[in-house]
């Protein structure tokens, strides 16, 4: 009977999941953490075998926070459970070790089984997500953006102007054209706002 930790900032998803997760009897909650801080300073008492994280949380986020608790017990299975599905997301939460990423919209069966899968040890992930990764993962590797890009791109997604990024960086308009344009070949896109929505999904910007 696996042990699971429920961890997320809202109260009302707390007291779903664990409503739902006890009409199962072959779940055991061992207990809740509302922010990435908790859950670290919990996960050594309560001992759970998997811990259903919320990705977006005050007080430590959910990233950080599997990267400590893996650090110290690295039997733990952590699932992500989320409502982002970000390219930038995902790679952070695996790379920090998830057993799975699953998105909010997932179905009581599905979070069942796979919270049963990841204390098996094995890997779940939401079928978007799964083509998510697969998509990224044979897409040619893009060239990187270079700092005066990625400055001049922060701008365009703050709302400036070609002139008005320009004032701001003190370099001509034409000089923020071709940069813009440099911008558009390296992430395969063909305008501001796909170039600055490439770019957070990415994260190569921050949200």
């Known amino acids: 009977m696996p042990r699971v930790m429920i961890v997320d900032d809202h109260p009302v998803v707390r007291e779903g999941l664990r409503g739902m997760l006890e009409a199962a009897p072959e779940i055991s909650v061992v207990g ?100 998510r990764l697969v998509t990224r993962m044979r897409a040619p590797v893009a060239e990187s953006l270079s700092p005066r890009e990625t400055e001049v791109l922060s701008l365009v997604a703050r709302g400036l102007t070609n002139a008005e990024i320009g004032r701001e960086l003190f370099i001509g308009e034409t000089t923020v054209k071709t940069h813009l344009l440099r911008v558009f070949g390296k992430l395969g896109v063909s305008d501001r706002t796909a170039a600055v929505t490439t770019a957070l999904d990415r994260g190569i910007l921050r949200r």
Do not use: C, H, N, Q
Not at 70 to 78: E, T
Not at 91 to 117: C, F, M, N, P, Q
């Open 32 to 131: 809740e953490a509302a922010s990435g801080d908790e859950a670290v300073a919990r996960s050594g008492d309560l001992a759970p075998d998997v811990i259903l994280m919320d990705l977006r949380m005050p007080s430590g986020d959910g990233v950080s926070a599997i990267f400590r608790i893996l650090a110290d017990r690295p039997a733990i299975r952590v699932i992500v459970l989320t409502t982002y599905e970000t390219d930038a997301d995902i790679v952070r939460a695996v790379e920090a070790g998830a057993a799975g990423y699953l998105l909010k919209d997932t179905s009581r069966a599905d979070l069942l089984s796979a919270i049963a899968a990841a204390a098996r040890g094995e890997t779940v992930l939401s079928p978007s997500v799964a083509t």
